[in-house]
């Protein structure tokens, strides 16, 4: 899905259009690819130790997720004797900067916003998921 469809959903940029909130800032969502941080710990204390270190660690990590966790942890275990292996796509719309002092309020100005830009671009590979499928 990443290489093929998001990326004509990307390039075509129709998902831009579909976004239903008004952006806190001035300036234009963006689609990054790339791998998340994902697990069963909030993070969002900057001088939490445990956090330094998965962020040290993965340096390069676009955003760190419980929810993309929790999804594939509850599917492998009711499928784990069969030996289910989950792919899916994730789409996050990001709020705000985990290693960020104020990163709370960074997060309440920028919730809506960050789920409405997700959920458009999300439509738009379903939409394209449809249209292939059909």
């Not at 956090?51 to 784990?80: C, H, P, W």
């Not at 792919?87 to 309440?108: A, C, M």
Request: include cysteine; proline fraction near 1%; aromatic fraction near 8%.
């Amino acid at each position: 899905l990443r290489e093929t469809i998001t990326q004509r959903v990307k390039y075509a940029g129709n998902w831009l259009s579909r976004v239903g909130k008004d952006r806190p800032d001035e300036g234009e969502p963006k689609v990054l690819e790339g791998n998340l941080i994902a697990g069963d710990k909030i993070l969002g204390d900057g001088e939490n130790e445990y956090q330094r270190t998965i962020l040290n660690e993965f340096d390069k990590a676009l955003a760190v997720d419980m929810e993309s966790y929790g999804l594939a942890r509850g599917v492998y275990t009711a499928r784990s004797a069969r030996h289910y292996n989950l792919n899916y796509l994730v789409v996050r719309g990001i709020s705000d900067l985990v290693d960020h002092g104020d990163n709370d309020d960074q997060r309440k100005e920028w919730r809506d916003y960050a789920a409405a830009t997700a959920a458009a671009f999300a439509l738009c590979v379903a939409d394209e998921i449809v249209v292939i499928c059909a």
